[in-house]
Nanobody, 122 residues
């Protein structure tokens, strides 16, 4: 599976962005999909994941209630709707896929997109 993330940009605090991750390949619907981010000078951190059928979602506490992960298997795309953005959400956001059970661990994901920059100004 090849992943292509898009939708990042510069936004003021309190604003919204919607990230998209388009997948190629026939195995997308078999993959748990996740979003991770890497803030400047920090390690990667888990943001959200969604099960293969979209029935299960998990969001990190830091984004719960503000971000929502979703997917459209017909379009081979996973989304991350980000509302009420804060300066601390500034990071490079990566989508990732895993053809197995759900996991919040970065090292357990097999497929990675190239990342998209999100910058939130105060």
């Amino acid at each position: 599976v090849q992943l292509q993330a898009s939708g990042g940009g510069l936004v003021q605090a309190g604003g919204s962005l919607r990230l998209s991750c388009a997948a190629s390949g026939r195995t997308f619907s078999n993959c748990v999909m996740g979003w991770f981010r890497q803030p400047p000078g920090k390690e990667h951190e888990f943001v959200a994941l969604i099960s293969q059928d979209g029935g299960v979602t998990i969001h990190a506490n830091s984004v719960k209630g503000r971000f929502t992960i979703s997917r459209d298997n017909g379009k081979n795309t996973v989304y991350l709707q980000m509302n009420s953005l804060k300066p601390e959400d500034t990071a490079v956001y990566y989508c990732a896929g895993r053809a197995d059970t759900a996991s919040t661990k970065r090292e357990e994901y097999d497929y990675w997109g190239q990342g998209t920059q999100v910058t939130v100004s105060s």
